[in-house]
């Protein structure tokens, strides 16, 4: 498809246990974000990156959280140490604009820390 | 920084009826303001957005208002029908080191019913 691809779908991960969460970003798109989303809420800023350079990382919750995009497409996001409180929809997002507007989500991937 | 506050929290209206969901921002150099649909499972779907040198905009069904002034926005269904049951979660930003990074509301859940 020509969306943008998350995985894994779900995640289950034992506290302290690391994870890593893949995006797939439409092709040709510059700008990346991803969003935290807890349920019942909107989504939350993490960071942004726009194609390799991550411009924003202000969002990160903690020092634990770390994300990359080295060649400007798929991007990963790693938790180390994971915590209960790090359970939630990671969202993806990515837009053909180097501003960021217009941006399309991935279905995101429901990690839950047991 | 930027605050959103989207109201009502749920919204239920008959089948045909028309639908409105208001949001309000706090940060006056936001100029960016779009509005997303989420189904159950799914990520956010982009439905229409409004930049801040425009009042009004409109794409069959549905339309978005702008008043910077109140500095408030909504979203206008008419016509609604039961696909259109889901999470509607209104977003504000502004150009912010080059890009724009979305603040959402808490999401609005709509049920049309038949």
């Known amino acids: 498809g020509a969306g943008v691809s998350q995985s894994p779908r779900y995640k289950v991960a034992k506290r302290g246990q690391d994870v890593a969460l893949r995006c797939d970003p439409i092709?040709?798109?510059?700008?990346l974000f991803w969003y935290q989303q807890a349920l019942g809420q909107g989504p939350e800023f993490l960071t942004y990156?726009?194609?390799?350079?991550?411009?924003?990382k202000s969002g990160l919750p903690s020092d634990r959280f770390f994300a990359e995009r080295p060649e400007g497409s798929v991007s990963t996001l790693k938790i180390q140490r994971t915590q209960q409180e790090d359970s939630a929809v990671y969202l993806c997002?990515?837009?053909?604009?180097?501003?960021?507007?217009?941006?399309?989500f991935g279905q995101g991937t429901r990690l839950t820390v047991v | 920084g930027e605050n959103v506050e989207q109201h009502p929290s749920t919204l239920s209206v008959q089948e045909g009826d028309s639908a409105v969901i208001k949001c309000t921002y706090s940060?006056?150099?936001?100029?960016?303001f779009p509005w997303y649909k989420q189904e159950l499972g799914k990520g956010p779907q982009l439905i229409i957005d409004?930049?801040?040198?425009?009042g009004e905009k409109k794409d069959q069904r549905i339309a978005v208002t702008l008043n910077k002034t109140a500095k408030h926005f909504s979203l206008h269904i008419t016509e609604t029908q039961p696909e259109d049951s889901a999470v509607y979660f209104c977003?504000?930003?502004?150009?912010?080191?080059?890009?724009?990074?979305?603040?959402f509301g808490a999401g609005t859940r709509l049920a049309v019913h038949p």
């Open positions: 940060d006056s150099a936001s100029n960016y």
């Open positions: 990156f726009q194609n390799e350079a991550q411009l924003d």
């Open positions: 997002a990515s837009s053909p604009r180097q501003g960021g507007t217009e941006a399309f």
């Open positions: 409004i930049r801040s040198n425009v």
């Open positions: 977003a504000a930003s502004s150009v912010s080191g080059g890009y724009n990074k979305l603040i």
């Open positions: 092709s040709g798109h510059v700008s």
